[in-house]
């Protein structure tokens, strides 16, 4: 079991930058990929990005490729999702979540989620 808590997000100017973290419960951690995902109002959610448990290697969506950073800290059980050069498109509430499958795309490929946070762009 695995339970997942997001902090960091807020209300931000087009152009700047916020920095999310994930924190995870369980001695498991280091074994699940985590996933970062986002649901703007009336839209479906959708994958962001992606880290390995092990080796930081990640994988993003294309529109937040050069903006958008994963990493993750397995000593202290966070994620974080650092978003740079942020667009009024990129509003919507972000979840992480943990799952087995790097690649995985879908919210059905990961097993544990958490609460999701708020991210707003002002033009």
């Known amino acids: 079991q695995v339970q997942l808590v997001e902090s960091g997000g807020g209300l931000v100017q087009a152009g700047g930058s916020l920095r999310l973290s994930c924190a995870a419960s369980g001695r498991t951690f280091s074994t699940y990929a985590m996933g970062w995902f986002r649901q703007a109002p009336g839209k479906e959610r959708e994958f962001v990005g992606s880290i390995r448990g092990y080796g930081g290697y990640t994988y993003y969506e294309d529109s937040v490729k050069g903006r958008f950073a994963i990493s993750r800290d397995n000593a202290k059980n966070v994620v974080y999702l650092q978003m740079n050069s942020l667009k009024p498109e990129d509003t919507a509430v972000y979840y992480c979540?943990?799952?087995?499958?790097?690649?995985?795309?879908?919210?059905?490929?990961?097993?544990?989620w958490g609460q999701g946070t708020q991210v707003t762009v002002s033009s």
């Open positions: 979540a943990a799952g087995l499958n790097f690649y995985g795309r879908e919210p059905s490929q990961y097993d544990y």
